[in-house]
């Protein structure tokens, strides 16, 4: 199957989800994760499918990629961001979706001040895995949220999860539902609008979508499987 032929697959896919839950198709925007293809895959996506929005997780493929592309396309980060790489990112990545720390945050408010950006930000929360390297934990993203929200140089949109791999992926739905009962929670507390939920991969985007995913992250399901 081409890239187009399966954009169109998951396209649908999403529009049948979004049925059941009754949401509209337009409520939810799918990132197509281009990790380890080379910018013709992406280009190939734009061309002949219209795919606009594209995530990766290393700032190295940005640094690659995004230079030889359409400016018009969108790029979300979606992997951990070191402190050392903010400067490459920002420029690159209008999104980034995993910020966990204060600490973070005020680095790359700091940095996007300095270079004249607004990165849009989702902080990365840990649910439901108490091994994750990376994510807020559920209660501290309460406590920094705030303060986060009055950093003048990032745009807090909402939050993302990668939630622990389940042998069932129906079992993740319950990861799902926990992010959008915590920013319900945090929306009701802080009056923050925090509109978009990030959750959802190649193998459990339909459960994401019916547990209120805005974002999707789809990666083998477009582009085939990683080497
Ligand atoms: C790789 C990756 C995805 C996409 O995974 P697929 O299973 O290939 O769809 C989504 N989110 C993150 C954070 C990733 O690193």
């Known amino acids: 199957m081409s890239i187009a032929a399966n954009l ?16 509209e198709p337009d409520e939810v925007r799918l990132v197509a994760v281009s990790k380890t293809f080379p910018a013709e ?8 499918a219209g795919q606009t929005v594209f995530g990766e997780n290393k700032v190295q493929e940005g640094i690659d990629k995004v230079p030889v592309l359409p400016e018009s396309l969108e790029w979300h980060l979606i992997g951990h961001l070191q402190s050392n790489k903010i400067r490459k990112a920002l420029p690159l990545f209008g999104w980034i979706e995993t910020v966990d ?8 408010d700091r940095v996007a001040g300095e270079l004249g950006l607004r990165p849009k930000i989702l902080l990365q929360v840990n649910i439901g895995d108490d091994d994750a390297k990376f994510g807020y934990a559920p209660d501290v993203v309460r406590a920094d949220l705030a303060e986060m929200r009055a950093l003048e140089h990032l745009d807090v949109r909402g939050l993302m999860t990668i939630p622990p791999i389940e042998e069932n992926p129906e079992s993740t739905r319950r990861h799902f539902a926990a992010l ?8 009701d507390e802080t009056g923050a ?23 999707v992250r789809v990666g083998s399901a477009i582009f085939g499987a990683r080497g």
């Open 8 to 23: 169109q697959v998951i396209r649908e896919r999403i529009a049948a989800a979004c049925d059941r839950a009754g949401r």
């Open 101 to 108: 720390s204060l600490k973070r945050a005020r680095q790359i």
């Open 193 to 215: 609008a925090l509109p978009e939920l990030s959750m959802g991969m190649s193998g459990d985007f339909e459960i994401a979508i019916e547990e209120g995913a805005t974002l």
């Open 41 to 48: 895959a992406v280009r190939e996506a734009f061309e002949s």
């Open 180 to 187: 959008r009962e915590l920013r319900d929670h945090l929306a």
